[in-house]
């Protein structure tokens, strides 16, 4: 087992360096010179590009460059902001708590949610209840999330007045942006988790519980939905990507002072090393989250640890 | 007795079950009426979707302006209609260059195996751990703002998706007798893997590019939001949502209708493509 967690987490090592490769190389040929994103209007003087070309190496080979890049990558230095000239990582780690937070508060909500309406649509196949939660599923995976955010924000801010339509500080504050977030994940984890039921629940050891006169709750809960939990998994993990990129644009819409927000504002201030810094941070938190998934399969199914066991 | 052999053929009996499913059937005619606006916007806008009219702004919904009028003066039915166009046409175009490519690196990795599998492979793992927006943001930012730019940054972040499935479709049938007869005949590696090959793994690709349409729709919808996608005043239903938000308090009509636009394209598109995966999946069919 620890060995196989060491294998994955090797394997990690040349997919970071893949992205940094992809974002480097990205960013590098857009256009604009970063000199100028520095300097003001009146500080631009041919000298003074000169010299920010020389500090940043910004003159040296495409390989270079990279290599630099990734040799201060590995002392934990991502650059500093053109804007105000702090040190990324520490602009990033700022804010990282904030997008941690509104993530794992929407993955809480898409879980719950999500599993608990595809188990009740799967438990009632073809039923009014089946229907209900199938619709108000499609309703999240076809409504763009931001849209949602917009009327969430319209319904509970503006005209009820419920709810707090911005900032970032309060759980009131972090409702509206959970499930701005959290709505399309949910609906993805109950269709998966629905047809994952659908397919153990009318197996032999299901019937067998049944007969046995096991109380419904527990043939659900203890042998349904917990040999169907594997493809959930797989999806819930594919859906943390996905929460993290939400936050890009649900930060923006509700003014959370975090790690999306900083990303779109440097994008649009051509805040290059902010943007590789961010970009790089979430995949990585990506990436290891996908590892932890496939450490908790071992753990959950027990083929796949008596397959790691044997070395096969 | 007499007994008639009905002999169909494997699409005629996929669009057989198709009919069948009544959800599917909405979603296609939906899907239908949306493309017959985007082709026939020209005819049915009752305005300039582009022209500004200062005199005009921010009217209500009315009979002159049914879903009435941005900041500018804009009529906002039409500029929906027009948007039907550049939505649909991005959501198709980025899914056609990532089914193309991620389709040939996937029967190609699967056919050949061993060292280019493995490092095709590992590129699209490098693809798929960034977040497909933060990606769709780099390459536009890096590629600058224009329609093609985003459909090319929509498309290349869902390679990997292409790439996985027709990879696992073709290992399952890289063995199979039909190909080894090609093989045995001489047929170049090229011409088995599109004439025999790709053909045979094609159903799980349609059915992923029925309902990746409408996950482009929204992405390139989000990157118009996010101010990098579609440049003003060009009508696209993301920017018009970007827009409207400024004015969500007193003139909320401004953002429901481009989102409703948007919710009922990708829904159309999802209730034909589950439909389709219905159809495809013999275990269902039987």
Redesign the interface.
């Known amino acids: 087992m620890v060995k196989y967690i060491l294998k994955r987490f090797i394997a990690l090592i ?3 360096l ?2 940094t ?3 480097f190389t ?2 590098y ?3 604009g010179d970063p000199a100028l994103a520095i300097l003001s209007d009146e500080a631009a003087t041919p000298e003074a590009i000169a010299q920010i070309h020389e500090e940043l190496g910004l003159d040296d080979p495409f390989w270079v460059q990279y290599a630099n890049y990734v040799w201060d990558l590995l002392h934990g230095d991502l650059g500093v902001s053109y804007l105000n000239k702090r040190p990324v990582t520490e602009l990033l780690l700022e804010r990282l708590p904030k997008t941690m937070t509104l993530a794992c508060v929407s993955a809480g909500l898409a879980i719950v949610l999500g599993i608990t309406f595809g188990v009740i649509a799967a438990v009632n196949h073809n039923s009014i209840f089946d229907n209900l939660c199938m619709l108000f599923a ?2 999240g ?4 999330h ?2 949602q955010g ?2 969430l ?2 319904l509970f801010g ?1 005209k009820l007045g419920w709810l707090p339509i911005s900032g970032y500080g309060t759980l009131a504050q972090l409702i509206l942006p959970a499930l701005t977030i959290g709505y399309g994940c949910m609906a993805i984890i109950a269709r998966m988790t629905r047809s994952s039921m659908l397919e153990v629940i009318n197996q032999d050891y299901i019937n067998f519980a049944h007969a046995k006169g096991q109380k419904k709750f527990i043939i659900i809960t203890r042998h349904a939905l917990h040999n169907a939990l594997i493809p959930i998994i797989t999806t819930i993990a594919l859906q943390f ?2 929460l ?3 936050s ?2 649900t930060e ?2 509700f003014a959370i002072p975090g790690v999306g927000k900083l ?2 504002d440097s ?2 201030g051509s805040n290059y090393p902010v ?1 590789q810094g ?2 790089l941070m ?2 990585f938190i ?2 290891v989250t996908n590892l932890l998934v496939d450490i908790i399969y071992a753990f959950i199914d027990p083929r796949i640890k008596t397959s790691l066991s044997n070395g096969r | 007795m007499n007994r008639t052999v009905k002999n169909e053929s494997y699409f005629m009996s996929v669009w057989n079950e198709f009919r069948k499913n009544r959800a599917a059937v909405m979603g296609m005619s939906i899907l239908f009426a949306i493309i017959v606006v985007a082709i026939f916007a020209d005819f049915l806008a009752p305005y300039d979707p582009i022209e500004q009219v200062y005199a005009d702004a921010l009217q209500g919904p009315s009979t002159a302006h049914w879903f009435g009028t941005d900041e500018f003066g804009r009529d906002i039915f039409s500029r929906v209609l027009y948007g039907a166009r550049v939505s649909l046409l991005v959501g198709v175009v980025s899914v056609a260059i990532a089914c193309v490519i991620g389709s040939l690196l996937g029967a190609s990795a699967g056919y050949f195996g061993g060292g280019y599998d493995a490092v095709v492979m ?2 699209m ?3 798929l ?7 769709n ?3 536009v ?2 590629l ?1 703002k224009s329609v093609f730019n985003m459909m090319l940054a929509v498309g290349v972040s869902n390679i990997p998706r292409y790439c996985r499935i027709m990879r696992a479709s073709v290992l399952q049938i890289k063995n199979a007798e039909y190909v080894d007869a090609a093989r045995i005949t001489g047929a170049s590696h090229m011409l088995i893997i599109i004439r025999h090959i790709i053909p045979n793994c094609l159903a799980p690709i349609i059915v992923q590019a029925t309902l990746s349409v ?1 996950s482009a729709i ?1 992405a390139c ?2 990157l118009s ?4 996608g579609v440049p003003a005043p060009t009508p696209e239903w ?1 920017a018009m ?1 970007s827009n ?2 400024d004015f ?2 007193h003139n ?1 009509y401004i ?2 209708f481009p ?1 409703l636009a ?2 009922l394209t ?2 159309s598109l ?2 034909m493509g589950d439909g389709l995966r219905d159809a495809f999946d013999p275990k269902l069919r039987r």
């Open positions: 040349p997919v970071l893949g992205v490769l992809i974002i990205l960013l040929f857009t256009p499609l309703g995976v076809s409504m763009p931001f849209w917009l009327l924000m319209l503006v990507g996905i993290l990129g939400g890009v644009i923006s819409i990303m779109v994008i649009r943007v961010g970009v979430i995949a990506y990436c | 590992r590129c793992d490098v693809l751990a960034i977040p497909s927006l933060l990606l943001l780099s390459i930012s890096a600058g409408g929204i919808a989000g939001f996010l101010g990098v993301g949502l409207g938000k969500l308090r909320a953002t429901i989102g948007i919710m990708v829904l999802n209730l």
